[in-house]
């Protein structure tokens, strides 16, 4: 049997070693210090047929690195050397972790390899999402969030538990209001059109074929990305992190357009979604100050392990926000129900959040898939992540401008979304939202279907659909707890979130 170069035959064996008869994968779990002299024996069962102990394997690099951050660097390259078509998940799913746990470190691991590995390493992280995903199932630590509380030299930590890298900010011109009115307007316009001085990289990829097509690909992604950090420079200048790198093109949102990115804070990496809001046409200036209001009060109660941290903001030189990375959203799942346990789990988790919020005086005021956020996830089932609430407040100050179908999806708006003659947006419409969801989790589908009309006509109708209809298997007691949250009347719902929460946890998953 041939072997590995690693010292590892490839049926996941030790090749040669005098202590054949130990586990080298429990040796590193109980010592992951001693993984540099087990790494060739990691690797042979990385390569094996046996998928529990690649697992195991994969789990026992990740825990080597992270104990000895020098090993990265041979890790990374044994891993991406491994990347192909034919090998095993458990190899790109430990390459992901690493780069959601150390991306710029992997990246610099990466550039050192030859240009056929790099090329292949740097697809793979794209096509991933960039190596953000997290894996709970991997984390050496239970429940961490990622890299801890991060901090700003010369400034104070923020709230316990949270992750803020600033609390509080200053006031001048930074958050101005009336400079979006002087038409500082788009970050992208500050430098010119960028692609003028530096070509079309897509035209590129055209041209390139045959051999020179991977390396058309390549220029491509470096040279895309560096038309966006170009664009953004204006933002990560102002940005409090010590270096903040962009790591994708611009995708849409339905704020604004979305980045994802990475920021350094004494030595600690913190991955991030930057978002560079919409900005209307019309009253910029009054538009301006009330989404500093909501960005401030979001920022207010991040510190919950629930919601979704703000870890940097500003007004200049177009408002946007540098916010904790997420994998995916419960939009992002369509069609997808949850056992019972698992769904009242995922919605106390929200209630959780919007309780700590209205507790602190925050409304969020447009609960709907899109603002349930999971963090991304490699080896661990999608049903056991925790979700996280994103976007406290924010739908209040679109609203105005952008229209109800682009703060809210409309199948789970509130009667007063719809109409003021059901009352303003207020606590209980987050109670709303939550029934709502608690309603999509259950069945795998939205409370209302329709034309816009249709789903209007139902949402203000005073009888609001209960799980049951969807599935008749489910408890009865979901049903209650539903039709009580999503009442047309808001005096008929729950009166806190608290007392939703409550009623909740209380129903028998088992009963009928």
């Not at 050397?81 to 430990?94: F, G």
């Not at 102002?238 to 030595?267: I, N």
């Not at 700590?356 to 661990?380: R, S």
Request: with cysteine.
């Amino acid at each position: 049997m041939a072997e590995d170069t690693d010292g590892a035959s490839r049926d996941g064996t030790e090749a040669g070693g005098s202590d054949g008869d130990d586990d080298p994968v429990v040796t590193v779990l109980d010592d992951p210090e001693r993984g540099d002299e087990r790494m060739p024996q990691l690797l042979g069962a990385l390569d094996g047929e046996d998928r529990p102990q690649r697992l195991r394997a994969a789990l026992a690099l990740c825990l080597v690195v992270e104990a000895d951050p020098d090993l990265l660097d041979p890790v990374v390259r044994r891993l991406v050397d491994r990347l192909d078509d034919d090998s095993p998940v458990e190899v790109p799913h430990a390459l992901d972790y690493l780069a959601a746990r150390r991306p710029k470190a992997v990246d610099e691991a990466v550039t050192d390899l030859d240009e056929q590995l790099e090329l292949r390493a740097r697809e793979h992280l794209y096509q991933s999402g960039g190596g953000f995903a997290r894996s709970e199932y991997l984390s050496p630590t239970s429940g961490d969030r990622g890299v801890g509380r991060a901090r700003v030299a010369g400034g104070e930590t923020g709230e316990a538990g949270g992750q803020r890298v600033y609390t509080d900010r200053s006031p001048g011109a930074d958050l101005d209001p009336s400079t979006l009115a002087k038409g500082e307007g788009d970050p992208e316009a500050d430098e010119g059109d960028p692609e003028a001085d530096e070509g079309d990289p897509e035209a590129d990829e055209s041209e390139s074929d045959g051999e020179g097509a991977d390396d058309g690909r390549r220029e491509l992604t470096r040279g895309r990305l560096a038309l966006v950090t170009r664009r953004l420079s204006a933002v990560i200048d102002r940005s409090r992190f010590d270096d903040l790198s962009v790591l994708s093109d611009r995708t849409e949102g339905r704020f604004g357009d979305r980045y994802r990115a990475v920021g350094t804070v004494d030595d600690a990496e913190v991955p991030l979604s930057l978002t560079v809001f919409r900005v209307p046409d019309d009253d910029r200036t009054a538009f301006a100050g009330a989404l500093r209001d909501a960005l401030d009060a979001w920022a207010g109660v991040d510190g919950h392990d629930s919601v979704v941290s703000v870890h940097d903001w500003g007004l200049r030189p177009r408002p946007w926000a540098a916010l904790e990375h997420t994998g995916t959203t419960l939009a992002d799942r369509e069609d997808e129900a949850l056992d019972v346990r698992q769904a009242v789990a995922n919605v106390v988790e929200v209630a959780d959040a919007v309780a700590h919020a209205h507790q602190h005086g925050v409304v969020h005021g447009a609960l709907d898939p899109a603002t349930v956020a999971y963090p991304g996830d490699t080896l661990t089932e999608r049903e056991r992540q925790r979700p996280r609430a994103a976007a406290f407040g924010l739908a209040r100050v679109y609203a105005d401008h952008l229209g109800l179908a682009n703060v809210v999806d409309p199948r789970f708006a509130a009667p007063e979304h719809y109409s003021e003659r059901f009352g303003s947006v207020d606590h209980a419409t987050d109670v709303y939202g939550l029934g709502a969801l608690l309603y999509r989790l259950v069945t795998g589908e939205p409370p209302y279907r329709g034309t816009g009309e249709e789903i209007r006509s139902g949402v203000c109708s005073d009888r609001a659909p209960v799980p049951s209809e969807v599935d008749p298997d489910l408890p009865r007691g979901l049903d209650q707890v539903v039709r009580k949250a999503t009442a047309t009347g808001k005096l008929t719902r729950y009166e806190t979130v608290r007392q939703f929460r409550r009623e909740l946890r209380g129903v028998d998953p088992d009963g009928r």
